[in-house]
């Protein structure tokens, strides 16, 4: 399975320095699923094998990756709450800290979920730009969900 971001790029890119998580906890099904609900759908599908193949690298670290990265993010914080073990699902508890309430998720959800719409706005913008400057041959505006739907706080418009 072939993906945009590798486990390293998520933590270089998603995380702060101080949050520990081995690359292990990231897998590339992982990764792969936050690149199909956050990228696929704005870059088509077109743009988005061309990308796979690793064209328009400079477009991809800045406008792609930080996007997915996030998304992977998104989608880990939840699982790492809960653990598979032997004895069932678990919730891991180290010395001197606790597991988070579901409040404090909420929030944390809420704000990356922010911080995603405010990066696929961008990559829009980004690839408007782009493509009326006849740039990003791959790109097919008709594609891209924005340009046939909007989200507005929770209700979705289809244009």
């Known amino acids: ?18 949050e520990h998580l081995p690359p ?9 699923a936050a690149e199909e609900r956050y990228v696929r759908p704005l870059v ?10 690793g064209a328009h690298e400079a477009f991809s670290a800045d406008y792609i990756r930080p996007l997915a990265a996030l998304g992977v ?14 004895c069932g699902v678990v919730e891991p508890k180290a010395q001197g800290w606790q597991s988070a309430s579901e409040e404090s998720l909420e929030a944390a959800d809420r ?6 719409e405010a990066l696929s706005r961008r990559l ?3 690839l408007e730009r782009l493509h009326a400057e ?6 097919r505006p008709e594609e891209n969900i924005r340009n046939r739907c909007r989200n507005h706080g929770g209700l979705f418009q289809i244009l």
């Open 1 to 18: 399975m072939k993906t945009l971001l590798t486990a390293h790029q998520v933590l270089d890119l998603a995380f702060a320095a101080g």
């Open 24 to 32: 292990e906890a990231l897998t590339r099904a992982m990764i792969a």
């Open 44 to 53: 088509g599908d077109s743009l988005y094998q061309d990308l796979l193949t």
């Open 73 to 86: 993010k998104r989608l880990l914080l939840p699982q790492l709450k809960l653990r598979p073990a032997l």
């Open 111 to 116: 704000a990356q979920a922010l911080e995603i």
């Open 124 to 126: 829009h913008k980004e």
């Open 134 to 139: 006849g740039e990003l041959e791959a790109y």
